[in-house]
């Protein structure tokens, strides 16, 4: 085994989660998952499986991770999505590792899939994160949607050999709730930070996204599948400035721009974890 714990937040993640736990029981012996409500097997299945198991109120993804790291048993720690497996090369990759120094953290590549369909091109052919980091120098940033990890200045990055491999979403209408969903909390955290919604940001940042997507970096090559990514990618871009920009006209009515909820009615922060 060695010295690192993983940490993995969910909700109603059977279908998936048992196949990456199964990878993951070969390198550590503590799994910690912290579970939003899931009303499936998710925590039939984490239990079975020997993961140390945590319901947590849902204050986001980036809060909800760091709960489970303080709780972790080691200081290393491996963050991974439920619907992310760890292939064999990585599991070597890690294994190898000595992990006797703190200010290094480790980018795993991933390989990102549409239904069963590996995508190769695009922004999710290229798609790579820190994922493997020690606790006592870092964690992760907490606001509603897009939590990065805050590392300190003199941070070493290493990359690791292997894939987390991504199931991200399983047909079209999956992936137009995601990023719906998506687009609702960034417009909160677009409204938070005092970011403004106008003309460029609303319709020729949507396409300026798609033509990057779909023929700069080449997403045609992955078929249909490239071809929705890319429009979702516009879809995705023109709602959160659309939010962003119906809650404006909110606050401006009300005069009070920080304290109102962004279109409370449509953009309260659903309970959902990846």
């Not at 012996?29 to 140390?52: A, Y």
């Not at 020690?134 to 200045?153: G, K």
């Not at 995601?178 to 940001?201: D, R």
């Amino acid at each position: 085994m060695v010295p690192v714990s993983v940490v993995i937040i969910t909700k109603n993640e059977a279908e998936m989660i048992s196949r990456s736990i199964t990878m993951l029981k070969q390198i550590t012996d503590d799994i910690i998952v912290v579970d939003n409500d899931s009303t499936d097997r998710t925590l039939d299945i984490t239990i079975e499986n020997g993961c140390r198991v945590y319901q947590k109120n849902w204050d986001g993804y980036g809060a909800n991770k760091n709960k489970g790291i303080a709780l972790a048993r080691y200081n290393w720690i491996l963050s991974i999505d439920a619907d992310e497996i760890p292939d064999s090369t990585l599991l070597t990759s890690i294994t190898n590792l000595k992990l006797d120094d703190n200010n290094t953290v480790y980018d795993i590549p991933f390989k990102a899939y549409y239904g069963d369909k590996p995508i190769n091109f695009g922004n999710w052919g290229r798609d790579h994160h820190i994922r493997l980091f020690n606790r006592t120098h870092v964690r992760w940033s907490e606001p509603p949607v897009h939590e990065t990890l805050i590392l300190p200045q003199n941070i070493s990055v290493k990359k690791l050999k292997g894939h987390l491999h991504h199931y991200s979403v399983k047909n079209i209408q999956e992936h137009e709730a995601k990023i719906t969903h998506y687009a609702q909390l960034s417009a909160l955290k677009y409204l938070q930070s005092g970011k403004k919604a106008n003309f460029i940001k609303l319709y020729i940042a949507p396409v300026f996204h798609f033509v990057k997507t779909y023929v700069f970096l080449l997403g045609f090559l992955d078929g249909k599948e490239g071809l929705n990514i890319a429009k979702m990618a516009l879809k995705n871009t023109w709602l959160k400035y659309y939010y962003l920009s119906k809650a404006q006209q909110v606050s401006q009515i009300k005069s009070y721009p920080h304290e109102i909820p962004v279109m409370q009615y449509e953009l309260k922060a659903n309970t959902h974890a990846k």
